[in-house]
């Protein structure tokens, strides 16, 4: 099972000619760490957090947040030490073999994937709502209603989520014809997203009041684990901080800042955005006739949503702009509702490049069929795999509700999570003189908690989740012994060979966003 490891020497061989300059602060690090970090989760997944916990939702945030911080610790270390393409995937290779790398990089394709088709649902959600407030916009415009049956999957009342599924096929066609975010447009979208949380903050605070976190954990500590299972994906782009590990000044110092201090941010955000959802709107889950919670995204929660006319804030789909249109700030939140329209693209096109380039590393390296890494000659863009990943994406997006999907994402990230930690602990002890630009602080301590915290939060999953995530593992073996151990290139000797070697025409790749290249 841990045989067929792959040379860390022959992984590093590309990135040791390619030396990166060191530019990047505290400042810069935890800045890209917010821009990365806030995104769907806050802007949709304050309902379902609401509907598992109730106001005790707030607690699930810390505990969210503190797990990441632990596993992005680890997650440092691995990315100075093999600052190569491949994330998670790429590191197991180097500790734990072939087999476990591939069920990693199995399980990352939930994490990419499946976290895109919830961020298109997402939008979608906003979309939707905008276009019924049209009016409100300008007086030239009536306001537009989608029905029901085009906006919303089958267990959300509807048949098919026609506008999610649009957006995941229009990302689909940029991605192949090759698209390029500039850091100004990045930087841009993460202004529009915190000016958006900031003022959601300023005017949903003031008219708090305290009955409304009362009770404050009606599903008990139960509820609030499983949504901070839940809110664990509002936190998922943070490795975004870790990648730049080989960009960054003094990296000892600084990626821990930027690390804690983008998670430290973000987490505030979302305190202080729950708490204004909660004491302004209440945030009291619906029960069914047990007296339990109805699960978020059923058919039974949106019977019971309809008996009450939608009027909760765990039934709506845009929880943020719905809340301000409550309270008597109907234009304010008509643009909060703008803002997460105009910046969650983006965020669909980035989980969207991260899945590629699993799937491009994975096939280069013989375990899934070539034809996947082949590039197209006029756009010079992953351009097979793309459309796959693209069909896939678009049929989660059109009839899986979000919270499900974003269940699934976490799934997958929490076991790539606990296994990046299990490859640094390994690492200190086989490979202990290896050069590392960052070292996990007391990592006796925070690699066992990074362990520990993704599989507390992956059991507190439900069991729907887990049985989907233990059927895609099934699957993952069934391919992986049927065509991936035999056409591996480690387990057929294949030697590595740089591809700056003059015997060998180079093969043009696409860009990643930022200008970084799939090598």
């Not at 110092?253 to 505030?268: D, Q």
């Not at 507390?456 to 073996?477: M, N």
Request: hydrophobic share 55%; proline share 5%.
């Amino acid at each position: 099972m841990f045989g067929r490891v792959k040379s860390l020497d022959a992984i590093l061989a590309t990135a040791e000619k390619k030396s990166l300059h060191r530019s990047l602060g505290a400042f810069q690090l935890t800045m890209l760490g917010v821009g990365a970090v806030i995104g769907t989760g806050i802007f949709v997944l304050t309902a379902e957090a609401a509907q598992k916990a109730g106001p005790g939702m707030m607690i699930s945030f810390v505990i969210a947040g503190i797990v990441c911080a632990v596993a992005a610790l680890c997650y440092s270390e691995m990315a100075a030490m093999v600052p190569v393409s491949g994330s998670a995937y790429t590191y197991s290779y180097a500790v734990m073999g072939e087999m476990v790398a591939w069920m990693v990089g199995w399980a990352l394709v939930l994490e990419y994937a499946v976290a895109a088709g919830a961020v298109a649902v997402g939008w979608s959600g906003y979309f939707v709502g905008m276009l019924a407030h049209l009016h409100d916009y300008t007086a030239f415009l009536p306001d537009i209603v989608i029905p029901a049956h085009l906006a919303a999957g089958p267990s959300g009342g509807g048949v098919i989520n026609l506008p999610a599924m649009i957006i995941a096929l229009l990302v689909t066609i940029l991605l192949v014809i090759g698209t390029k975010e500039s850091a100004a447009f990045n930087a841009v979208l993460v202004c529009i997203k915190v000016t958006a949380l900031t003022a959601f903050v300023l005017l949903a605070l003031p008219v708090m009041h305290s009955d409304k976190f009362i009770p404050f954990a009606p599903l008990g500590f139960t509820g609030i684990s499983a949504a901070a299972a839940s809110i664990f994906f509002a936190y998922v782009g943070f490795d975004a901080v870790s990648t730049a590990a080989e960009e960054t000044k003094d990296p000892q110092r600084n990626m821990p800042i930027g690390l804690i201090g983008s998670l430290a941010v973000c987490t505030i955000f979302y305190l202080l955005v729950a708490a204004g959802v909660t004491g302004s709107v209440g945030a009291q889950p619906m029960l069914g006739a047990d007296g339990h919670g109805l699960a978020p995204g059923s058919s039974e929660l949106t019977a019971a949503c309809k008996g009450i006319g939608d009027q909760a804030v765990v039934c709506s789909r845009e929880a943020l702009a719905w809340t301000l249109r409550q309270i008597g700030y109907p234009q304010i939140g008509n643009l909060v509702g703008l803002a997460a329209i105009l910046a969650l693209p983006s965020v669909v096109l980035m989980m969207m490049f991260g899945q590629t380039r699993i799937f491009f590393v994975m096939s280069r390296d013989g375990l899934l069929p070539e034809v996947l890494s082949s590039v197209h000659p006029r756009f010079k863009t992953p351009h097979v795999i793309t459309i796959i990943t693209g069909i896939f994406v678009a049929l989660f997006a059109a009839f899986f509700p979000v919270g499900a999907l974003a269940d699934i994402s976490n799934s997958g990230t929490l076991f790539a999570f606990a296994m990046v930690a299990v490859a640094v602990m390994v690492l200190r002890r086989t490979d202990a003189k290896r050069h590392r630009p960052f070292r996990t602080p007391a990592v006796n301590i925070v690699a066992p908690l990074a362990v520990l915290g993704s599989v507390y939060l992956l059991f507190s999953l439900s069991w729907y989740t887990l049985a989907l995530f233990a059927a895609w593992a099934v699957i993952g073996l069934v391919v992986y012994f049927a065509y991936s151990r035999g056409h591996s290139h480690v387990g057929r000797g294949l030697v590595e060979v740089h591809e700056d070697d003059p015997g060998i025409p180079p093969q043009p790749v696409a860009p990643l966003p930022g200008g970084v290249e799939l090598d």
